[in-house]
């Protein structure tokens, strides 16, 4: 028999979803509120968003007229990692220097495709630049794989393979790979990114189909649908962990990325900086230069260096 709640009681949880200044939040009971913050509300994050999806929250829950489970969140805990958005300052009247995103994420999974669209490899090095910078572990998925050379794909991976980069083969089409997919997510938090049309709803619906879980999406003290637009929400894997979807994650952007800490994020440099004639080198043009020397050795891959270059001039030299 369930326990009773009382007005008041103090529980502990996730933010699953973001819709304006609603929160909702599973607590670690596992029961759902729909909560909001207040003046009192403390937060051990400065600067940045108060709630975020993925944020770990201390709730208190109120007395209620409506026809859901609420609470107001008293605290939001140190978050162990933050995507964050910079705030565009023009249209910003918060005092937030940054946007954050999700909270708390495990792995970033990249999701690319072997064919339709083509495989690019300049794109999957935007993304590891973004998730070096971001201190994020990587999981890429290349879908599409009945519709590609096996062969010639797994060739143009390579690189990531040595550089440990773990990376999954799947067809969401022919569903396989699937269970190694499923193996990756189970019992984490983690943030789905890949171009459109790469196939990420299908690789979704085809691992967890109907038993997909859109966490806030209904009351369970009335289990209707909730039916609202939410800026952020996290889906509850059957066998535990999340996958947060968001278009902030989807259509995520390189401006933290200066021309100066952009060599930091191509990991395979790290050993070689030390080379460089120059401690300034942008190892692009200078003499005595330990990444170019490294590339010239075969001890970097020509291509990632290409990236590097290409992402380089891309950046604006004063940013
Ligand atoms: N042949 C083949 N087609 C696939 C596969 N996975 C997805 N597709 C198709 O690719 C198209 C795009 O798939 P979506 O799942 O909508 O892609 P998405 O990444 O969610 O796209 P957005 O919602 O725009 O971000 C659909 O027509 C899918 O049926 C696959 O493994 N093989
Ligand atoms: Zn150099």
């Known amino acids: 028999m369930e326990r009773k709640r009382v007005a008041g009681e103090v529980m502990k949880g996730m933010v699953v979803e973001v819709t304006g200044s609603t929160y909702m939040v599973i607590t670690d009971g596992g029961k759902v509120f729909r909560c909001r913050t207040f003046p009192g509300t403390k937060t051990e994050n400065d600067f940045s968003s108060l709630v975020a999806v993925g944020d ?168 209707k649908g909730l039916h609202t637009t939410s800026s952020a929400i996290m889906l509850a894997l059957p066998r535990g962990g999340y996958i947060i979807d968001t278009p902030g994650i989807r259509e995520f952007n390189l401006s933290g990325i200066t021309r100066e800490n952009l060599r930091f994020y191509f990991k395979e440099f790290l050993p070689h900086m030390p080379e460089c004639a120059y401690s300034s080198c942008t190892h692009t043009v200078e003499p005595e230069c330990g990444i170019q020397k490294a590339v010239k050795s075969g001890h970097i891959d020509p291509e990632r260096y290409e990236s590097y270059l290409a992402i380089y001039e891309s950046i604006d030299r004063d940013s």
Request: charged residues 30%.
């Open 56 to 223: 770990r929250v201390v709730l208190k829950e109120t007395e209620t007229g409506t026809e859901f489970f609420e609470a107001v969140i008293t605290l939001v805990e140190r978050r162990r990692s933050a995507l964050t958005r910079k705030r565009d300052l023009r249209r910003n009247r918060s005092k937030e220097k940054v946007q954050v995103i999700a909270a708390n994420i495990d792995q970033l999974v990249v999701v690319v495709s072997a064919f339709d669209p083509p495989l690019s490899t300049r794109l999957i090095d935007r993304y590891l630049v973004f998730a070096e910078s971001e201190q994020l572990k990587t999981v890429i998925v290349v879908n599409k794989m009945d519709l590609e050379e096996s062969q010639e794909t797994r060739e143009l991976m390579e690189p990531y393979r040595i550089l440990d980069y773990r990376i999954l083969y799947t067809s969401a089409e022919e569903q396989s790979g699937m269970k190694a997919l499923r193996k990756v997510l189970a019992g984490k938090l983690s943030a789905l990114s890949g171009h459109s049309g790469v196939g990420k709803s299908t690789l979704i619906n085809q691992i967890f189909g109907e038993e997909l879980l859109r966490t806030g999406e209904t009351n369970e003290k009335t289990g």
